[in-house]
């Protein structure tokens, strides 16, 4: 017997298909995106295989536990450390999903769901990225620290929580869209190992560019700086050239309609003013 469950997200609508013997427990970030029904949805058909069909056509790109193939004009993607365990075939709204069986015996992970749900593929296709950020909401509008790991994204995030309220959406990864004329941020099912992982949409404010110093001082970003600084943190399937160009046009956008900061400074609340009167002026 097959299940069904249902989620929605960054403008994009979500169907899992699997049997029931192998369905996952859904863990609470992902819960958090769940709806009763859904519309227009990408379809994730799961089925259990006993052997898994060897890769066929172009390799576009390999790692040590994931590769890609081009394949009759489709992309197909194996996920697996030593060899693969799980094969996802995406044509068009439907994606077909192998999963071996020897490695699934009692369920299938909500890892692994995440996983072949490849969000940033479908984020390309309604205007979105997915970008590497900590997401806040500040007083109903959202501000993006984005950085190199290491630099104090979380640290920020949490500096505003303390000091001005803010609420933590998302601690990790943010989504950034395009919705009619406006851009938004959302949160997505996607938060690393931070504790913060909300399904909130709200207006896109600014984007702020962390860097660490022994003083706080803050200025405005434009043109390609602002444009690289932001495309560090962007996650985009590089061997896909629509889905890459799709996405440099956003991030485009974002340095056309929204404020962009460096902020360098230290771990304090000489941050957070800082910015708050870049924000203000």
């Avoid at 994606?95 to 020897?102: I, Q, W």
């Avoid at 490849?118 to 959202?142: F, K, P, Q, T, W």
Wanted: contains cysteine; proline residues 4%; hydrophobic residues 40%.
């Amino acid at each position: 017997m097959m299940m069904d469950r249902f989620y929605r997200c960054g403008g994009v609508e979500i169907q899992i298909t699997m049997p029931e013997e192998v369905f996952y427990q859904d863990e609470r970030h992902l819960q958090a995106f769940a709806v009763p029904s859904v519309r227009l949805p990408h379809v994730f058909r799961f089925e259990m295989v006993d052997v898994m069909p060897e890769p066929e056509g172009t390799l576009l790109v390999k790692t040590p536990t994931f590769s890609v193939y081009e394949q009759n004009g489709l992309n197909v993607r194996y996920f697996g450390s030593d060899r693969a365990r799980v094969r996802v075939v995406n044509d068009g709204m439907d994606h077909a999903v192998l999963v071996e069986r020897s490695r699934y015996r009692q369920y299938v992970s909500t890892k692994t769901v995440l996983e072949c749900i490849s969000m940033e593929h479908l984020l390309a296709r309604v205007n979105g990225v997915i970008l590497h950020c900590s997401y806040i909401d500040c007083g109903g509008r959202a501000i993006l620290f984005t950085a190199p790991s290491e630099t104090g994204k979380s640290t920020q995030a949490e500096l505003w929580k303390q000091y001005r309220g803010a609420e933590i959406i998302n601690g990790d990864r943010a989504a950034v869209r395009l919705e009619g004329d406006a851009l938004v941020a959302e949160g997505i099912p996607f938060a690393g190992s931070s504790q913060y992982c909300s399904n909130r949409s709200l207006p896109l404010a600014a984007v702020v560019y962390l860097a660490q110093a022994k003083e706080t001082s803050i200025r405005s970003l434009r043109g390609y700086e602002a444009f690289s600084r932001i495309w560090e943190g962007v996650s985009v399937n590089t061997w896909d050239r629509e889905d890459v160009q799709r996405a440099s046009s956003l991030v485009e956008r974002v340095v056309r309609q929204v404020p962009v900061y460096l902020l360098s400074c230290t771990p304090d609340e000489s941050a957070v003013v800082a910015l708050e009167q870049m924000l203000k002026e």
